[in-house]
């Protein structure tokens, strides 16, 4: 990479060019003129030996009363310098003062080599170097000529990316002493881009000021960052005083970029239309030492893009913020300065908005990379209601050898919640690693709660406690970014809407460089969700992939547990899971259920396959029997269903069953969505030892509900009459 001192040399050296060629023609021809033809060329020769070029040749074709005709000068064969003609025009006042009248240049060729080494333009590049100190030195007070005429001179570069052309045109006249008028064009061509400008300007040597027209199209491709297609429409004032410059925009400078990506993590699918205006006077100011001062501001613009960072695409588009940036270049070092106010960013229709930004950088002479300073004073989601909380933005970078290291800060106002990201960027390998801390967030009843941090959880997480903490770490290269992270979850509690959590406590581990993504161990005191889990442990490994291997599930439920493992696929849309039931007591399940009248003994066990199709969560056939010794069901009802029974033979009887019951065999079948309808179904096989001296019985008791409901509001809320008094009047009046 070329550094900044040798971008300027380079530079000087191109500057020089046309000054030092130019000089160098109108003082060989004022040379030849003051001699006689027969002497003059083998003065030439001297000159251009004594400047090292000893392969020089020329002819003089015409010396006669005030014009001088050369033909054919060449120096070197390959790189180096050739002109067609040069045609001079002078008076005897012109010599006087070392002056030509006129001076005309037409077929002008000049070949060089631009590589890691530099610029060269062969047997030229000792005269070159000679005149660049010279005109860095000095601002010429006048042209060689009072009227200078290029005609068809091309510049001839070979470089690494393929042939460079440039070709120029230029008028020179002055049209009083000490004043000038100028024009000129210039078009350059090259593999990775091309370059339309024009000229014209009024004044002196010293003293120019005029107007150029710029039109640039590109490829670009800056370290990760590529475009297809860059190009640039401008029209712009300059004055050039004692050696300085100073270019001023006329309104918009437009810039589109087509195909624009950052490597293979984000592509934009709309080409950018910027606007880029002037923010200081003059947007650009060139000093004769060397430094470059600027200023610009671009106008706010729509954008679309594609965020490639997972499996799926996402779309991002919204509004590039207005950007007001200023650097300075002086004395070896650089800074920069970027600040706005605005911008919007939109994820798959979730907004969210950026603000103040100020980026401040600094680069040394020798720097590969500058430092400084990133802050944004505002990040915050637009949507009704915030899923995260205003943070505030502070990043530091600093080049170290041909490291980068870097510090980054995001935190609230209140600083409940602050994240650390300290890491390394290595230059030249294109790699890096950084490290992650998430601050403990601490929730505590009737303080900080996480409808502060999140207002999308406002009334729906309440009386929380316990903290989360995350550590981890990541790293980067050629093949893409592995990280791992820690996330501890402790003693958390809280209610919602739906459940009570209390005292779950979570070690997720993530790790992106084997073959687990992540894994995860809960521990969980309680579970109230209408159902009362408690003792809650559960495993589980993510894989590459998509798969979640459970490794164990357990909880314990009315003095049974609740058990799973196996494997889903996250790929898949229909992903399965199974629930093992096992010593299910059905005095603490019948407790739960909390009906009034209804009792009952013994235990069950079973299975509850579930399916997860799009949102939805499904049951699957679930069903719960009863295991070892026969139990028994009691149902003695409050007095509103004893009323009923009194007009009901049939329902009366079916009541008179269900007072001392023992099964022999009991089955709950349950099927449906657990968001929508579920069908409960209830098979129980036995005898009343005082209904009929004991003759069997069979009952087949079939409910449906939303399962939500039921859990929701308790099941004990979930009244008898108006559904299982239905179903045991019609299947007394059918049976019995």
Request: proline share 3%.
């Amino acid at each position: 990479m070329v550094g900044v001192g040798g971008e300027r040399s380079r530079m000087s050296t191109l500057r020089s060019i046309g000054v030092g060629v130019v000089i160098l023609l109108a003082g060989l021809v004022v040379t030849a003129i003051a001699y006689r033809q027969s002497i003059a060329e083998a003065l030439l020769m001297r000159e251009l030996h004594d400047l090292g070029l000893e392969s020089a040749a020329f002819s003089i074709t015409r010396f006669d009363a005030g014009v001088l005709e050369l033909e054919n000068l060449k120096i070197a064969d390959r790189d180096g310098l050739e002109i067609a003609r040069i045609e001079a025009h002078f008076s005897a006042r012109g010599l006087f003062a070392s002056r030509l009248d006129a001076l005309k240049i037409s077929g002008t060729r000049l070949r060089g080599t631009l590589d890691e080494a530099g610029l060269s333009f062969g047997p030229l590049d000792r005269m070159l170097e000679r005149n660049a100190a010279s005109a860095d030195s000095e601002v010429p007070a006048a042209l060689p000529a009072s009227g200078i005429e290029i005609d068809d001179a091309q510049l001839e570069l070979t470089t690494a990316q393929g042939p460079l052309r440039a070709e120029l045109e230029l008028r020179a006249v002055e049209t009083a002493p000490e004043t000038l008028e100028a024009k000129a064009q210039l078009q350059v061509r090259h593999a990775l881009g091309n370059l339309d400008a024009r000229l014209s300007a009024t004044g002196s040597p010293s003293s120019l000021t005029g107007v150029s027209q710029i039109g640039a199209s590109a490829a670009a491709e800056f370290g990760d960052i590529s475009a297809r297609a860059v190009s640039l429409a401008a029209t712009a004032d300059f004055a050039f005083e004692g050696g300085d410059i100073a270019i001023q925009p006329v309104d918009c400078v437009k810039i589109r970029i087509e195909d624009l990506a950052l490597e293979s993590l984000l592509a934009f699918s709309k080409p950018l239309d910027l606007c880029v205006r002037s923010a200081s006077e003059p947007a650009i100011r060139i000093s004769r030492e060397g430094g470059v001062e600027t200023g610009f501001e671009i106008a706010a613009a729509k954008f679309a893009a594609e965020l490639r960072t997972g499996a799926k695409p996402q779309r991002v588009s919204g509004e590039l913020p207005t950007l007001r940036m200023s650097s300075t270049r002086r004395d070896g070092g650089f800074a920069a300065l970027l600040e706005t106010e605005a911008g919007r960013l939109e994820f798959d229709e979730h907004a969210v908005t950026v603000r103040g930004i100020q980026l401040e950088a600094n680069a040394s002479r020798d720097a590969e990379f500058p430092s400084g300073q990133l802050r944004i004073a505002e990040i915050y989601d637009t949507r009704r209601v915030a899923r995260f909380p205003k943070l505030a933005l502070n990043a530091r970078f600093e080049p170290r050898d041909r490291n980068v290291d870097f510090e980054v800060e995001l935190a609230n106002a209140d600083r409940d919640l602050v994240v650390e990201v300290n890491g390394v960027h290595q230059l030249a390998e294109a790699a890096g690693r950084a490290d992650l801390h998430l601050h403990a967030i601490d929730f505590e009843p009737g303080q900080l709660q996480p409808s502060a941090l999140f207002p999308v959880l406002s009334g729906v997480l309440t009386e929380a406690s316990g903290s989360i903490e995350m550590k981890g770490a990541v790293g980067w290269n050629d093949d893409g970014m592995r990280g791992t992270a820690e996330v501890a979850i402790t003693d958390v509690s809280a209610t919602s809407e739906l459940a009570t959590v209390e005292h779950l406590n979570a070690v997720v581990e993530l790790n992106e460089t084997g073959g687990t993504l992540l894994e995860q161990t809960v521990s969980i005191g309680r579970l109230d969700f209408g159902l009362e889990l408690t003792d809650g442990l559960i495993r589980y490994r993510v894989k590459p992939g998509g798969a979640v291997a459970i490794d164990s599930v357990n909880w314990k439920f009315a003095g049974g547990e609740i058990t799973s493992a196996g494997e889903i696929d996250l790929q898949s849309e229909k992903r399965e899971a199974s629930l093992v039931v096992k010593g299910v007591d059905l005095t603490q399940l019948i407790e739960i259920i909390d009906l009034e009248g209804l009792s009952g003994s013994g235990t069950l066990e079973g299975e509850l396959p579930l399916a997860l199709v799009g949102d939805e969560i499904q049951i699957r056939n679930a069903v719960l029997r009863s295991t070892g010794e026969a139990g028994v069901i009691r149902y003695r009802p409050d007095p509103g269903t004893s009323n009923i029974a009194a007009v009901d033979r049939h329902f009366a009887t079916a009541l008179t069953i269900l007072e001392d019951f023992r099964y022999e065999r009991l089955e709950i079948e349950i099927d449906g969505s657990a968001t929508e309808a579920v069908v409960i179904e209830v098979h129980f096989a036995g005898v009343n030892p005082n209904y009929q001296e004991g003759h069997p019985v069979e009952f087949n008791l079939s409910v449906d509900a939303r399962l939500s409901d039921l859990l929701r509001t308790g099941m004990r809320v979930y009244r008898m009459p108006k559904k299982i008094e239905e179903r045991l009047r019609a299947f007394a009046e059918k049976s019995l």
